[in-house]
């Protein structure tokens, strides 16, 4: 695996117009009789507002769907629903944006999500930057000519209803339902502000 040295590329806003300018159509497929979106990655620059606003619709995704079953059946069904959808719903967005979407974190709770070399190598890089009290921002890598957008995920405070502490945060009937789901679950003992893991946006060849 060929990991390049990371873009920092952070604190480049570039205008919408651009990202809206990032893909083009090709013919309809003749199969499906779909409009395929295919994303130009020529320049770094201009993966970042996709990577971002990808990863923005994800979490408004999964935080909504979430939050809707919090509000009508509580903490319990709520781990069970995102055990059963919480990857389906990442995988549809991935499909309208042309990309694959991951979350990842070195205390798993879905062995799913298991990161990868290069993503581990990232997960350890924010770990380091957290015990010196420095910002974990977003990194742009290119593993194996394949372009990598990687941002972390901060634990905020209604977070530690699921991934909080023992006795403390972690919502009781919530813990439950984890240990039922996910036997070998590490994703507890969090403080609001804490890097949870990361989103993860790769993009196509």
């Not at 003749?30 to 990808?54: C, F, H, T």
């Amino acid at each position: 695996m060929n990991i390049k040295p990371l873009y920092r590329i952070n604190k480049f806003v570039l205008p919408l117009v651009l990202c809206l300018a990032l893909f083009s159509c090709v013919s309809n497929n003749p199969n499906k009789g779909e409009e395929v979106k295919v994303y130009r990655v020529s320049d770094l620059a201009q993966i970042q507002p996709v990577a971002i606003d990808a990863i923005r619709a994800s979490a408004a995704t999964l935080s909504n769907a979430l939050s809707t079953t919090i509000d009508t059946a509580g903490f319990k069904e709520a781990i069970a629903y995102c055990n059963l959808n919480a990857n389906h719903l990442l995988n549809n967005i991935s499909e309208e944006y042309g990309v694959t979407i991951k979350r990842t974190s070195s205390q798993l709770r879905n062995a799913a999500n298991t990161p990868s070399d290069d993503e581990q190598l990232i997960l350890d890089f924010y770990a380091s930057q957290e015990s010196l009290g420095k910002e974990c921002v977003g990194e742009m890598s290119v593993v194996d000519g394949i372009y990598k957008y990687y941002q972390p995920i901060f634990v905020m405070d209604n977070c530690t209803k699921c991934h909080g502490i023992k006795g403390e945060t972690l919502n009781k009937k919530a813990s439950k339902k984890i240990a039922e789901l996910y036997p070998n679950d590490q994703a507890t003992g969090y403080e609001a502000g804490d890097v949870r893991g990361l989103w993860v946006v790769t993009f196509k060849k």
